[in-house]
Nanobody, 129 residues
């Protein structure tokens, strides 16, 4: 049973930084891509960032490019999302996600929710102005 547990959310001032973590268990972590998504109230879940199994390919939504950094530590079975220069449009519940398959299926599946089969419970990020 794959389990994903996010942590690190909280309240931060605009312009500040937070680092989210997602601890994975239940299968060999290092074989699988990982992704971060977010969902604000009244909005659809949207892609934030993704990383391939080895960490040498990363993908970002335009809205966070240059401000957020995704990384992974395969020895710790953990993926991170370093968020900097947080803005008023960043508050949301942030979710970690993992695909069922370890096979590369194309970049589309890294950057869309239907490319992922397992989801964490989410962690709330709030930005104060």
């Amino acid at each position: 049973q794959v389990q994903l547990v996010e942590s690190g959310g909280g309240l931060v001032q605009a312009g500040g930084s937070l680092r989210l973590s997602c601890a994975a268990s239940g299968r060999p972590f290092s074989r699988y891509a990982m992704g971060w998504f977010r969902q604000a109230p009244g909005k659809e879940r949207e892609f934030v960032a993704a990383i391939n199994w080895s960490g040498d390919s990363t993908y970002y939504a335009d809205a966070v490019k240059g401000r957020f950094t995704i990384s992974r530590d395969n020895a710790k079975n953990t993926v991170y999302l370093q968020m900097s220069s947080l803005k008023a449009e960043d508050p949301a519940v942030y979710y970690c996600a993992a695909p069922e398959s370890a096979h590369y299926r194309g970049n589309y599946y890294y950057t869309h929710a239907d490319g992922y089969d397992y989801w964490g419970q989410g962690t709330q990020v709030t930005v104060s102005s």
